[in-house]
């Protein structure tokens, strides 16, 4: 099985707070455990809707992603860019990327994991 590596960031850097995680994560991940995943490694409080979408920019929703697709089902791309959506009042987006690095799975590799960290995590409802 393939392991995919994919580069978490928000959708419009602010280059005065950078953050991104580098997870890898198992190719037939659904994205119903991506979303609980992002949500262990930022440590929001997994409350709100949210959706994964693609698209040629992040205001360009093209097409929708089922929370039961498979990360394999929708890459590679063609192009378009995938984005992640969380709380639709606070609107915490998110662009995945997925790098080019081919890796199988081996029995000493456990998976999902977090290989690089940048920035601190941020407030997800700050203060009032």
């Not at 609980?36 to 440590?43: H, K, R, S, T």
Request: charged share 30%.
């Amino acid at each position: 099985m393939e392991i995919y590596t994919l580069k978490i960031s928000f959708a419009e850097n602010d280059p005065e707070c950078p953050w991104s995680r580098t997870i890898e994560v198992p190719e037939d991940f659904t994205f119903a455990k991506l979303h609980d995943y992002i949500q262990e490694i930022i440590e929001f409080d997994n409350d709100h809707l949210y959706e994964f979408y693609s698209g040629k920019s992040q205001r360009d929703k093209l097409y929708k992603i089922s929370n039961s697709a498979r990360l394999c089902d929708i890459f590679p791309l063609d192009g378009l860019k995938l984005f992640y959506l969380f709380d639709f009042g606070d609107n915490w987006l998110f662009k995945i990327i997925k790098t080019s690095k081919k890796q199988f799975l081996t029995p000493e590799i456990s998976i999902p994991r977090i290989v690089q960290s940048i920035g601190e995590n941020p407030e997800q409802y700050g203060e009032w």
